[in-house]
């Protein structure tokens, strides 16, 4: 089961407000504590490449180099496509157990965007040109 850690980390590049920013972060977990088990299960494979936490939980996550590396949020602004603004699906980086989300309007559209990702699971990998 998936739990909020003690001390979510969270960093941003956004102008977006202080607590707009946290908001969005509450969203976040609020979201994960909706989830099935195999949702949870699911969002942890995207997010980190593993389906289990480690004995310690969230503390004991490290890298693929054995470094420790805490879970981490990053806020991302929406892009825009020169037709208008669009909210990208969220981006894995599994090495980090990073989760690049971006900063969705409403809890409802995080949800939506979130359940579809890992119901297609999608794994974080890209190729970029």
């Keep these: 089961m998936i739990r909020r850690p003690p001390r979510s ?3 941003s590049s956004s102008a977006a407000s ?3 920013k946290r908001q969005v972060v509450i969203w976040f977990w ?3 504590r909706e989830f099935t088990d195999e949702q949870k299960c699911k969002l942890l494979q995207f997010t980190t490449g593993t389906t289990n936490l480690p ?3 969230f503390k004991g996550l490290q890298s693929a180099r054995g470094v420790s590396r805490l879970f981490q949020v990053t806020l991302v602004q929406p892009t825009n496509n020169g037709m208008g ?3 990208p699906l969220p ?8 989760i690049d989300l971006p900063a969705y309007p409403t809890k409802e559209e995080m949800m939506t965007v979130l359940s ?6 999608a794994t974080g990998f890209e190729m970029d040109e």
């Design 85 to 87: 603004p669009t909210s």
């Design 30 to 32: 609020e979201c994960i």
């Design 18 to 20: 202080d607590v707009y």
């Design 9 to 11: 980390t969270l960093s």
């Design 55 to 57: 004995v310690e939980g």
């Design 116 to 121: 579809m990702v890992i119901e297609l699971e």
């Design 91 to 98: 981006h894995a980086h599994t090495c980090f157990n990073t």
